[in-house]
């Protein structure tokens, strides 16, 4: 487990939010994806063991989920560890009623969840873009607004992007058959196909950028989005989340320019406690997620002007960044063979006065 910490308000004025890709969450007898991945009792009792003993010793007021196929299961898996709030809208394809594939996104609160939305394309936008005017999310990402002890209503996102898994399979395209003479086809096609993935979630990327600032141009409440992004957030792919560069001018009339250019972008938690004027650490910052010995961060929490310190409205800063990846560098498979695949990320926020 990595925690990088400068926290020392008092603890009725911290808020700790927190992401988890629970890893094919589905109660037996459901089966994920195929017939045969139906876990035993015994298996869903320890899997069930293992989230519950993380929330209870990490105590999360927030905490955004993906891979959710059980959601009744997960909201009382949560409620009895004291998250009485618990919002899910979106619902997992099923095939000969216990065949389960797209899982959902789903939030659990501490704090009273006053309305949930599920997050839609603009149309227009995506035309614009050149999309086709029915591209969709490839899961729906979630809205719900909390009302935040101290900071009031804040609009909180979960999402899972696309995954790099290409759009289509390479070999069941291709009309040649399998050779040697066929290989660099093959390959063609698979690049096609991951570009075709990486299109996806960069859309999805972008135009739930534009959703969230529409949304908070009426309300003008903080924002955090948090979840399994499926890409490293440096990477272009997903740089419309958070980027910078712009050649718009904004008007003086209007206020102060860099407000005028801050207030509607995100920004990564994990920058932000590094940005922390009492942040002394220089620690690597820990993959959440491993291919094989390749270890990446694929699990965000980005954050609107509100959380940033080096804005001079800001109302909170980050205080704690936490990665609990033991499962996942050093797991003992008596406690950890049916946990996640990937590393629960955690923030603490502290309210500023």
């Not at 898994?165 to 093959?186: I, K, M, N, W, Y």
């Not at 096609?189 to 075709?196: F, K, P, S, V």
């Not at 990327?205 to 440096?234: C, H, K, W």
Request: charged share 25%; proline share 5%; glycine share 6%.
């Amino acid at each position: 487990m990595h925690i990088q910490s400068t926290c020392s308000s008092d603890a009725s004025e911290l808020i700790k939010i927190a992401t988890f890709n629970l890893f094919n969450f589905i109660e037996p007898p459901g089966a994920y994806y195929e017939f045969e991945n139906i876990y035993t009792q015994e298996q869903w009792r320890k899997k069930l063991e293992w989230i519950t003993n993380y929330i209870e010793t990490h105590q999360p007021d927030v905490i955004g989920f993906q891979e959710v196929f059980s959601p009744d299961a997960l909201a009382k898996l949560t409620k009895c560890c004291g998250l009485e709030y618990f919002a899910v809208l979106d619902t997992p394809d099923v095939v000969d009623d216990f065949i389960y594939s797209k899982p959902v996104v789903a939030i659990a609160s501490r704090y009273p969840i006053a309305e949930a939305h599920s997050v839609t394309v603009d149309g227009e936008r995506a035309t614009q873009m050149g999309l086709s005017g029915d591209f969709a999310f490839s899961r729906k990402p979630l809205r719900v607004t909390i009302s935040l002890p101290k900071l009031g209503a804040c609009d909180c996102y979960v999402v899972h992007f696309k995954s790099k898994r290409p759009l289509f399979d390479a070999q069941e395209q291709s009309s040649h058959s399998a050779g040697s003479e066929s290989v660099g086809r093959l390959l063609s096609l698979e690049a096609l196909g991951q570009w075709g993935a990486s299109i996806q979630r960069g859309s999805e990327a972008a135009l739930l950028r534009y959703a969230m600032v529409e949304r908070r141009l009426q309300t003008g409440y903080p924002m955090v989005l948090m979840g399994d992004f499926n890409d490293i957030l440096s990477d272009g792919v997903l740089s419309a989340l958070t980027s910078v560069d712009t050649r718009i001018k904004p008007d003086p009339s209007l206020g102060e320019v860099e407000h005028q250019l801050q207030d509607h972008r995100l920004k990564d938690a994990y920058e932000i406690y590094q940005d922390g004027q009492y942040s002394l650490s220089c620690q690597q910052r820990p993959a959440t997620h491993y291919y094989y010995a390749r270890g990446t961060v694929l699990d965000y929490i980005l954050l609107s002007s509100e959380f940033d310190v080096k804005n001079s409205r800001s109302l909170a800063e980050v205080g704690r960044y936490e990665t609990y990846d033991r499962h996942l560098i050093n797991p003992r498979f008596e406690l950890d063979g049916h946990s996640t695949d990937h590393a629960p990320v955690m923030i603490t926020i502290s309210i500023r006065h």
